[in-house]
Nanobody
């Protein structure tokens, strides 16, 4: 059974940083691309960042480039999203996702975590 468990959300002030974590089962981690989506109230879930299975290739939503960094640690079977210079518009529930062929469209990914709330106030 594939399990993804997020952690690290919270309430922060604009300009602060947070690091989200997504722990995965070893089998999932070793051969799946992984990524982050977010969903703000009243909005559709949107792609934020992705990383391929080896960690060599990363992809970002334009609005987070230069502020967010996605990474993965194979020794810990964990993916991270380092979020710096947070803005109120980054407020959302953040979800990690995994799939052998990762898609920027939410429906294209098979496995999801339960989500973690990130709230940024000005």
């Amino acid at each position: 059974q594939v399990q993804l468990v997020e952690s690290g959300g919270g309430l922060v002030q604009a300009g602060d940083s947070l690091r989200l974590s997504c722990a995965a089962s070893r089998r999932t981690f070793s051969d799946h691309a992984m990524g982050w989506f977010r969903q703000a109230p009243g909005k559709e879930r949107e792609f934020v960042a992705a990383i391929n299975w080896s960690g060599r290739n990363t992809y970002y939503l334009d609005s987070v480039k230069g502020r967010f960094t996605i990474s993965r640690d194979s020794a810990k079977n964990t993916m991270y999203l380092q979020m710096n210079s947070l803005k109120p518009e980054d407020t959302a529930v953040y979800y990690c996702a995994a799939d052998r062929t990762f898609s920027v469209l939410p429906a294209g990914n098979d496995y999801w975590g339960q989500g973690t709330q990130v709230t940024v106030f000005s």
